[in-house]
C-alpha cells in the first residue's frame, strides 16, 4: 500500500485505509513511501519477542537488499527497570532469533528506553533507515486505551516504510 502522510486537518476528517487494513486484514501490511523503490537496505525492527514482533523482524529481513541490514531494536519502556536476569533473558532471545535469519544477514542489536512508538520512529529516522518493521497485537478496546496501538502510531510518525506483521492466530491457512 501506498503510504503518505497527511496533516491533522486531513486525518480528522478521511478514513485512513492503511489504518483500517491493519486494523481488519490478516496478512502482513507493508505501507510503501514514495522514497522506497527498490529493496530496503536498511530496516529497523521493533522486537519486544510478541510472536507478531519477531514475524515482522523475519519478514523484514527477508526482504532486504543482499548487501542490506537489520537492526533489531528493543524498546524498554521508562516505567520498567529491567533486572541484570531480565536483560540476560533479552541478549539470550536476540541471540536465538539472529539465527532464524537467512545465512549472511547482516543483524545488529540495539536497546533504547522510552515510549516504544516515538523511539522507534525517532531512531529510524536518526539512522537513515528506508523500513520499520513492527508486530501488531490486536488488542481489543479496552487494551488498545489503557496500552495504545506502537503499530498505528509507528505508521502514523515514521517517515520511512513501514511493514506491520499481525499475530499468527490472525492469518487464514
Known sequence: MGLEHHGLFARA??????????ASGVAPVLEVT??????????VAGVDFTPSSVR????????????????????VPESDSPSRSAEAGVDQDFAELITQFAPGTNATVTRLYGTPAD????????????????????????????????????????????????PESAVVK
Open 34 to 43: 514514495k522514497a522506497l523503490e527498490t529493496r530496503p537496505t536498511h530496516v
Open 13 to 22: 476528517l478521511a478514513e485512513n485505509t492503511v489504518r483500517q487494513v491493519m
Open 56 to 75: 515482522a523482524a523475519l519478514l523484514a529481513g527477508a526482504l532486504l537488499d543482499r548487501h542490506g541490514s537489520i537492526n533489531l531494536v528493543y524498546v
Open 119 to 166: 523511539r522507534l520512529s525517532a531512531y529510524a529516522q536518526e539512522v537513515g533507515a528506508d523500513l520499520i518493521a513492527v508486530g501488531s497485537h490486536r488488542y481489543g478496546l479496552l487494551e488498545r486505551i489503557r496500552l495504545g496501538s506502537v503499530s498505528a502510531a509507528v505508521v502514523r510518525d515514521a517517515r520511512c516504510s513501514v511493514l506491520v506483521a499481525p
